[in-house]
């Protein structure tokens, strides 16, 4: 079969406006979280790690909108631009478009959005996106909860496969709002500190916002330094709650195992895991199961929840691009927020930013639904 | 194997107050409510589960549908594949009501963990111990060519021996269900035109 290789790529976040300024920060382990007292969102101050709106339209507007745009669309179409811009691509019939969200545009459900209701329908959010670069083909929305942004990596390898399309744009985002804020809440699952991912003294999860799309091809010939091939990728579901993962870890497990089959590798080939580590207690130690029974519990482990916050649809997509960063510099981030190892069985998190030659690195997610995501990424450039 | 031979192995529809599979009406009821419906369709399944009540109305169907055509296989690696138009918004639009009183004080778990489509594909992977590849689209209709291209990607990769796909959308109040079965051996050839067909017919 083809190889497929993510390539260009865009990172919309509180550190600024692409990968770079993402990455620059997370090497020197500086949080993107900061404390917000917005009580239309939550009545009490919480941690986030928030989009700035004036630098946001700034940028919004050099594209000369000619209508309005949400919040979540103005950072889509920021990211996405850039993306296809550094690409070159002409968006002919052979390129896609993947859109990666849970919630899209749920804010306009407020009672004070400028905005119709339609608008939160998630194939509108889609055509929007669409309609502003041209793209010759309809917008395919993927909505899988927290493992939608690698998930979507996944989707987009498969299309290029069945030769639907020879190049797919992939863009991932979500907004921190009063729907999703309080429903975390209600579950008692938010951190009222800057998140500990698998340490002792984790106490939940912070809730962040960033944008960010990569260009996903067929063509080695339109590769970036920090290009990596895509050698394999799995879903698996858990089968067993629908709001709790599992206690063996099992799809996470099977989704590891499926991916490393594919890739035809052994775990001692992975040289680093961007797992999920969201610091809840559950998901936390759900994930050093399942890495045990994977005999991956010697293979150095970040979460990069402590530096944007757990991004939702995003996520799984900006960690990848992170890992891209990582391979690419050999160099291993921290694991912002641990201090001491708080799972049941022997994780080797990364401790201090560190120099490390590596190769090949696997990504994992999990979310609601007992959805299940590992893919493993191979550098391009050695 | 090429995509060229897989095959439809069975379907459902459930919509306008009657479940049917293979085109054979196998129970319609006259309620106007969705939730009487359903709750029907349940009891005439013989179905005993009782997590079934505590589902949204998007996920009810989408079981109903997977229970219709997967109760009597032994197959376990299914791959489910759905998509729909209003994603989960029937239950965020119940969350976004709890939320505009009060500081979202009366926010509720078992309401918010309903607030995504690929819910409902939890549910039918516990229901049938299903350990296998789940995907939600949101799409303006039924594109069962994209269905298709994903679907034979997953079976060409040895992912999935079977995949359940289709289209599952409950919005204000209205119903429409279509799932299929694809796999090596089936009923029809898998081919675009002849789902559309499918998928339209009453």
Not at chain 1, 48 to 65: R, T, V, W, Y
Not at chain 2, 51 to 64: H, P, R, T, V
Not at chain 2, 127 to 140: D, M, P, Q, T, V
């Amino acid at each position: 079969m083809n190889s497929v290789y993510l390539s260009h790529n865009n990172i919309i976040s509180a550190y600024g406006f692409d990968s770079a300024a993402a990455v620059s920060s997370i090497k020197n382990e500086v949080s993107g979280l900061s404390l917000v007292d917005d009580s239309k969102i939550l009545p009490n101050p919480f941690y986030s790690s928030l989009i700035p709106q004036g630098s946001l339209s700034e940028a919004f507007e050099k594209l000369n909108p000619k209508e309005a745009y949400t919040r979540l669309e103005q950072i889509l179409l920021v990211s996405l631009a850039d993306t296809i811009k550094k690409s070159g691509i002409e968006l002919s019939d052979r390129v896609g478009l993947i859109v990666s969200t849970t919630k899209g545009n749920i804010d306009v459900l407020e009672d004070d959005s400028p905005f119709n209701e339609e608008r939160a329908y998630l194939n509108e959010l889609g055509k929007k996106i669409e309609n502003f670069f041209g793209f010759k083909n309809e917008a395919i929305v993927l909505s899988n909860a927290c493992v939608s942004g690698v998930l979507a990596l996944a989707v987009a390898k498969r299309f290029i496969h069945q030769k639907r399309y020879d190049h797919v744009f992939v863009v991932a985002g979500d907004l921190v709002s009063k729907f999703i804020l309080t429903g975390f809440n209600s579950f008692q699952a938010l951190s009222e500190t800057p998140c500990r991912p698998y340490c002792k003294t984790r106490a939940g999860i912070n809730i962040g916002e960033v944008g960010c799309s990569v260009l996903v091809t067929a063509d080695n010939t339109n590769l970036v330094d920090e290009s990596v091939r895509i050698i394999g990728e799995a879903s698996c579901n858990d089968a067993n709650h629908i709001s709790g993962p599992s206690r063996t870890g099992e799809g996470l497990y099977r989704s590891i195992v499926s991916a490393m089959n594919q890739a035809e590798i052994e775990a001692d080939a992975i040289d680093y895991i961007s797992a999920h580590g969201t610091a809840t207690n559950y998901n936390d130690e759900m994930e050093a199961i399942a890495f045990n029974r994977a005999n991956l519990q010697h293979t150095p482990l970040n979460s990069l929840k402590g530096y944007f916050g757990h991004t939702l649809g995003a996520s799984g997509l900006l960690e990848t691009i992170i890992g891209m960063y990582s391979l690419h510099s050999n160099t291993l981030f921290a694991s912002l927020g641990f201090q001491e190892l708080g799972v049941s069985k022997p994780l080797h998190i990364i401790k201090k930013t560190t120099a490390k030659e590596s190769s090949i690195f696997l990504k994992t997610a999990s979310g609601f639904g007992g959805c299940n995501t590992a893919a493993i990424f191979q550098k391009v450039n050695s | 194997m090429s995509s060229a031979d897989y095959k439809i192995k069975s379907y459902c529809h459930i919509r306008d107050g009657k479940v049917s599979k293979n085109g054979e009406v196998l129970f319609s009821d006259s309620s106007e409510e969705f939730s009487a419906f359903i709750k029907a369709t349940y009891k005439h399944f013989e179905t005993d589960y009782s997590k079934f009540f505590k589902m949204d109305n998007l996920s009810k169907l989408a079981f109903m549908g997977a229970e219709v055509l997967l109760r009597d296989t032994d197959e376990k690696n299914i791959a489910l594949i759905l998509s729909n138009r209003a994603s989960s918004l029937d239950t965020d639009r119940k969350h976004q009501a709890a939320i505009s009183k009060q500081s979202g004080a009366f926010a509720s778990p078992a309401v918010f963990v309903y607030t995504l489509p690929n819910i409902c594909m939890g549910e039918i992977s516990i229901r049938h111990e299903l350990y296998s590849e789940n995907s939600f689209f949101i799409f303006a209709e039924f594109k069962p060519h994209l269905l298709s291209d994903y679907a034979n990607d997953l079976l060409e990769t040895e992912k999935a021996n079977e995949v359940l796909c289709g289209w599952v959308d409950y919005d204000k109040g209205k119903y429409d269900a279509f799932l299929y079965v694809i796999a090596k051996k089936g009923l029809l050839p898998l081919d675009t035109g002849e789902l559309t067909k499918l998928y339209r017919t009453k």
